[in-house]
């Protein structure tokens, strides 16, 4: 059950084309789609997308290290009968 909730986690987190057909405003948008204002049609900030890319893995990172115990568990007992 916690592997689910880390992996439900984890694909909301990286959910990219949800929010980019139902969110208008900017201050609404995911941190994929703030990454994805860094490139532009004839230029790319390429120092600016690999910066915000580490920073949006800090809360994946504290969410994995927190329920690792869980996470590795729920893994390693998925394929057990009862």
């Given at each position: 059950m916690d592997a689910?909730?880390?992996?439900?986690?984890v694909t909301n987190?990286?959910?990219?084309?949800?929010?980019?057909i139902y969110l208008n405003s900017t201050e609404l948008k995911t941190v994929l789609l703030g990454i994805r204002m860094f490139m532009?049609?004839?230029?790319t900030e390429y120092g600016l997308i690999i910066a915000a890319s580490v920073v949006s893995l800090i809360p994946v990172v504290i969410v994995f290290l927190?329920?690792?115990?869980?996470?590795?568990?729920?893994?390693?007992?998925?394929?057990?009968k009862g």
């Open positions: 689910l909730a880390i992996f439900t986690f987190w990286n959910n990219f084309m949800g929010p980019m532009g049609q004839y230029s927190i329920f690792q115990k869980q996470f590795v568990q729920g893994i390693a007992t998925s394929g057990l």
